[in-house]
Each structure stands twice: as structure tokens, then as C-alpha cells.
């Protein structure tokens, strides 16, 4: 999908309006006519480098799963952004010590797709995605959050093992 840079214009003005992503993906249809489903929707978002205005984090104890941003932080070096290496059949990224992501055969009931993610400083998680189009983590330890640059790292090889697996 070509998206000019006046389209891109707009749909950073609908972040910085406060719009979610479900209200961008129906502007997106009808200020556009360009009509993309919520995860597409997503997809742009992060693939436009769109930034969503600061808003206050809610305290995220005593909540198992953690939702992914899919802003990209503007403190990434180049190399952080660069294209990913190439998935093996598994679907993890060889021999990169980042970030390492695999795809479950059969999601379960009410979800899209599921897997595990290994991060950059060894922890590993169960990621999931919903029929609503939500990506969330499920960390093996309770309070774990991963750094910036391992959501963007687990962001982009999710997109690309989802293209490769043809979800």
C-alpha cells in the first residue's frame, strides 16, 4: 500500500488528536477511501514511524499480560531500525542474541496467532494476539518488562514472521 506524504500527514494529525487506532482505521476509510483491517491498521502505524502524544501510563501492577505501544521511540539508532535478519523455518531469528520470536502451530480458542518471544537479556515471554487485533505479553517473570528497543526488535519480527507465515 502506497501512502503519500500528505496521507501520512494526516494520519499523524489523527494521533496527535488523541484518535485510537480503531478511530484511525474508520478516518482512515472514510477521509481516504482506503479501507484496511485493525492489525493493518497497526501495521501502518508502526511502518509510518506515527507517534501517539504521551499520555499517563496506568500502573500495570497485578496485570499478567502487558499490552504493546506501537509507537516507535524517537531514541532508536539507526541499527536499531534497520531491516531484521532472515527467519529460519522455525521462525526465530538466528544467532542475533536480540530478539528471538517463534509462531505456536495452533493458536488457542479467541486468539489470531500465539508464540514465545526471547528478548535480548534472556527472559522470555508467551505473546498473543487477539481476534480484536490486541497484541499482549505474558513474561515468565511476574513483573518483567522489556526495553523500548526489544518492543520495537519483537514488534518488527512479529510483522515479518506473520508475512512469512501469511497471517
Sequence with gaps: MEITEE??????????????LG?????IADELKI????L??????????????EE??????????????????EDLSQED????PDLDPAGSVPGTGTVSVT??????????????????DGEKAEWYLDQMGRLGLDPTKPDYHPSESDIVAFQKELK????VSGL
Design 7 to 20: 496521507q501520512r500527514g494526516l494520519i499523524q494529525k489523527m494521533a496527535d488528536e488523541g484518535s485510537d
Design 23 to 27: 478511530e484511525i482505521q474508520k478516518r
Design 35 to 38: 479501507t484496511v483491517t485493525y
Design 40 to 53: 493493518e491498521t497497526r501495521m501502518l502505524i508502526s511502518d509510518l514511524g506515527i507517534v501517539f502524544p
Design 56 to 73: 499517563e501510563k496506568d500502573d500495570a501492577k497485578g496485570q499478567e499480560a502487558v499490552l504493546l505501544d506501537s509507537g516507535t521511540p
Design 81 to 84: 531500525l534497520s531491516p531484521a
Design 103 to 120: 509462531l505456536s502451530e495452533l493458536a488457542p480458542p479467541g486468539m489470531i496467532a500465539n508464540g514465545t518471544v526471547t528478548f535480548s
Design 160 to 163: 515479518r514472521l506473520a508475512e
